[in-house]
């Protein structure tokens, strides 16, 4: 088992900058690709960015794609997501994610934390 805990959600006006942060404990934390999806409301969860256990391959959905950054730091078993030149249209709830392959579908994920909010105004 992997848990996963997020924060550094907020508010924050568009233009912007947050970092979330996912702390991970249970397994091996280096052994696992992690990811960032996140959830509008009313809409589906989706993709943001996923990085792979090396940290040497990452991907981005086109719409954050020169905006954020995924990062991790497998000595303190975390994974990060640097926000910047937010826009309102980032608001939703951001989960990380553990899983074996680098990937863009949820159901490529084991192991999934509670979120955080991030409240982007306009």
């Known amino acids: 088992q992997v848990q996963l805990v997020e924060s550094g959600g907020g508010l924050v006006q568009a233009g912007g900058s947050l970092r979330l942060s996912c702390a991970a404990s249970g397994r091996t934390f280096r052994n696992y690709a992690m990811d960032w999806f996140r959830q509008a409301p009313g809409k589906e969860r989706e993709f943001v960015a996923a990085?792979?256990?090396?940290?040497?391959?990452?991907y981005y959905a086109d719409s954050v794609k020169g905006r954020f950054t995924i990062s991790r730091d497998n000595a303190k078993n975390t994974v990060y997501l640097q926000m910047n030149s937010l826009k309102p249209e980032d608001t939703a709830v951001y989960y990380c994610?553990?899983?074996?392959?680098?990937?863009?579908?949820?159901?490529?994920?084991?192991?999934w934390g509670q979120g955080t909010q991030v409240t982007v105004s306009s």
């Open positions: 994610a553990a899983g074996t392959v680098v990937g863009f579908r949820e159901t490529e994920y084991d192991y």
């Open positions: 990085i792979s256990w090396s940290g040497g391959i990452t």
